[in-house]
């Protein structure tokens, strides 16, 4: 094949993307200062700012002094992140939240709703999209003004598709979520499995800025993890995720959901939680826990667990010991193999203070490294129920997009 030459429409764009990726991360700089960081011409950054200022996609944010050259001023640029605004959707197996932020990553308004599994999920769908023009309207925003939706769902998803091969615990078969809603809302929908969309928002909002291998942990109601490589997300061609909840802890175990036998999943899942404490709680192990749930150990569940996993009963640390250990342990096996430069735990189950200090413990009993912040809470914890799907809408949409305006 003969050469083509470079595309030099390819070439702006991938300008333009890094421009914007970096004043995300950086916030506000000079485009001198750009030119030096990215290695890029001056005129060639002058030129691209001036069309982005045009379009609304960056501002002028005032002047400061030049170091070093006395009476000289620069004016700084920065992303103007009122430009767009994203609907965000996260599916989850107890609840789905449908959210409406600005490009920063600040929200504007939400609605939660039961996740009806149950439902068609055309039908279910449907009663999401009719919740985000709802929110839409409420906050006065016109479609115009909407970048995108970004969705994020438990379970293998083909992001190219927008396809939710199976939503654990929601639906048991192929559910094609992207064209559905965007039936619904005539606007573009990036769709991405959940822990894989929180660590997108992780590289855009959180320590993704600063770091450029990461481990992520999510524990609550099942176990999820992602990785990232080189400042990327890993992402397989057969859509598959970093599952370590799906490592195989116990031989010919209990089915799990995933359909083998023996994942972790089937330990350490808040079902699978409540199920041991249940099985382990009398008035002699657990006389609070027993009191708290007036005797009948059958009140013990996964969908109140926040209420009583605190309580202060030594058989209920011996058994929650337990399962956090088990959970330590695959995660220690899991560091080891990628040697990631930070780990980053959310979820459910980290949100307990008693859970969070009992799993740093077996980590750093297993390795003494693990100690003293390389295994650290997410900062984004906060914003779980949509930073995830927003933060796949901003990247694919907006940031690696470079303008939605050619």
Request: with cysteine.
């Amino acid at each position: 094949m003969g050469y083509t030459g470079i595309n030099l429409g390819n070439v702006k764009m991938s300008n333009r993307s890094s421009i914007l990726k970096l004043l995300n991360d950086c916030g506000a700089m000079s485009r001198k200062d750009i030119a030096i960081e990215l290695g890029l011409t001056p005129a060639t950054v002058t030129l691209i700012c001036t069309e982005l200022i045009s379009a609304g996609i960056l501002c002028e944010k005032g002047e400061v002094e030049e170091e070093r050259r006395a009476g000289r001023r620069k004016v700084l640029i920065d992303i103007n992140y009122q430009y767009r605004y994203v609907l965000s959707v996260s599916i989850e197996a107890a609840k789905t939240c449908v959210a409406i932020s600005n490009l920063k990553g600040l929200c504007l308004g939400a609605k939660w709703m039961p996740t009806d599994g149950g439902q068609e999920p055309e039908k279910f769908l449907k009663t999401v999209a009719d919740e985000g023009k709802a929110l839409m309207w409420e906050q006065g925003i016109t479609k115009d003004m909407v970048l995108g939706i970004g969705v994020s769902v438990p379970g293998p998803v083909s992001r190219r598709t927008g396809i939710s091969q199976h939503a654990y615990r929601i639906w048991n078969k192929a559910v094609a979520v992207g064209e559905l809603i965007g039936k619904q809302m005539d606007l573009p929908v990036i769709v991405e499995n959940n822990v894989k969309a929180f660590a997108e928002g992780e590289l855009i909002y959180g320590n993704g800025k600063e770091w450029e291998n990461l481990l992520f942990i999510k524990w609550g109601p099942g176990v999820g993890s992602a990785i990232i490589i080189q400042g990327r997300l890993y992402d397989s061609q057969n859509s598959k995720t970093a599952e370590i909840g799906h490592y195989i802890v116990e031989k010919d175990g209990k089915q799990c959901r995933c359909g083998r036998k023996g994942c972790l999943e089937t330990k350490v899942a808040t079902h699978a939680i409540a199920e041991q404490v249940r099985a382990a709680c009398t008035e002699e192990t657990m006389p609070q826990l027993c009191r708290l749930m007036e005797g009948d150990p059958n009140r013990i569940e996964a969908r109140n667990i926040s209420e009583w996993i605190e309580t202060e009963d030594e058989g209920l640390g011996r058994v929650l010991d337990d399962i956090i250990e088990q959970l330590a342990r695959v995660a220690v096996n899991t560091i080891t193999l990628l040697a990631p430069d930070k780990v980053i735990i959310y979820g459910e189950m980290f949100s307990h203070l008693r859970v969070e200090e009992r799993f740093l413990h077996f980590c750093s009993h297993y390795d003494a490294s693990y100690h003293g912040g390389y295994i650290v809470k997410s900062e984004l914890s906060d914003r779980i129920e949509y930073i995830g799907p927003l933060a796949v809408a901003v990247n694919e949409l907006f940031l690696l997009a470079g303008s939605q305006e050619d």
